[in-house]
């Protein structure tokens, strides 16, 4: 009997000491990317925040360790405090061409000496369900990028299932269908849980929708009878935006969430020259929309209980910079939307581009001084700009298409 008891303890003693020769800790050079994705699940498990926060990129960090430090975020449960517990269901690794379609890999490729990116299913269970975690497997874009020879988490976004699918980059497993269900429900404004019940809405009301379009609040009409889209979109009402611009802001390191139309107004201005032609001004009204658009129905701040950054992490967002002509742009483009050839929303990227050059044709994203160069040779309208920078590119296999709201 005390033979037995020795070896069991003996036994016990190895596997222990095995388990810490294999452990990876935070502070090791970590050189396998799958590696870091593990250990970032299993710090939000945990919620150990210290490592969670070391795991992130360089650029990220400040913000995310504001949010943390935050005890009202703490306190409500918001982002990733709302996380019970997690656990990686499944997980593929995806190529460069599937990535660009889904976030700016070229961008990311510019700040990083390599960049590695995955599709991860990540069981969670909640305090409290969201569009941001709900229980059950949620679908993330992870995305990895090397720091001094470390892997670092660059981004974990909502994925588009509803592309990615389709497209036969998915799992074909039955969790993956269930996302895909509450992923459609939010497209028509709806968010769900994976019990179809209702836990919010996000529509824009007829009467938001004509202010948009510029019409006097005075005159506009009771909303008439039948559907108000030729798409199978809902434009949002509003938008949850994390300040982590200025600390000067009152919100600094804070999530609001700003109504749609007030967010777009408040973009425009501080991305384009508001002194540039109409036609300019009304393709990045649409670019800027429909980015901010895309990341309402995908969140690619999670965590902070955010769509979107004010920062050039995505848009720059500040408020009360309205300016009367950018306002005038994203009017006339009111009731107007963006899809891409297989009918979905998507991320419309944009970039300076060179002063008096059109830009790349089919790259994906907008040049900002390609519209000027378009506008000022007056050859092509705001909605023709759009199909040069987006037809047959990585966002769209083939020619967008407009449809209304």
Known sequence: MKRTVTFLIVVCMLVLSLSSAFAVSVNDKVDNSQTVVNLLVDSINKGDWKTYVDLQAN???????????????????????????????????????????????????????????????????????????????????????????????????????????????????EDEKEALKIIKARINGDIVNKEGKLIESNKASYRGIQIEKGINSADIQEAPMGVLSTGDHVRPDYIRVYHDRSSSDPNYHKTISTDFYYYVKNVLPNEWYSTWPSESLKAGAMAVKMYGW???????????????KDTTADQVFIDNTEVSSTTTAINNVGGVGLENSSGAVFETQYLAGTQGQPGTQSSGKMSQWGTKYWADQGTKTYIQMCHYYYDNSDKSSGAIATFSY
Do not use: C
Request: glycine share 8%.
């Open 59 to 173: 650029i990220n960090r400040k913000g995310i360790q504001g949010f943390i430090n935050d005890a009202d975020n703490a306190k409500n449960g918001l982002g990733i405090f709302n996380v019970k517990s997690a656990k990686i269901k499944e997980m593929k690794a995806l190529s460069d061409d599937v990535v660009a379609q889904l976030t700016n890999l070229s961008q990311y490729k510019q700040q990083y000496n390599e960049v590695q990116a995955y599709l991860v299913g990540i069981d969670y269970r909640v305090k409290k369900e969201n569009k941001y975690f709900f229980n059950g497997v949620n679908y993330n874009l992870v995305v990895l990028g090397k720091e001094a020879d470390n892997w670092k988490v660059i981004e974990m976004s909502d994925a588009p299932l509803e592309i990615l699918i389709p497209a036969g980059y998915g799992f074909g497993s």
């Open 294 to 308: 895309y990341h309402v129905y995908h969140p690619k701040w999670p965590s902070l209980n955010a769509d979107v």
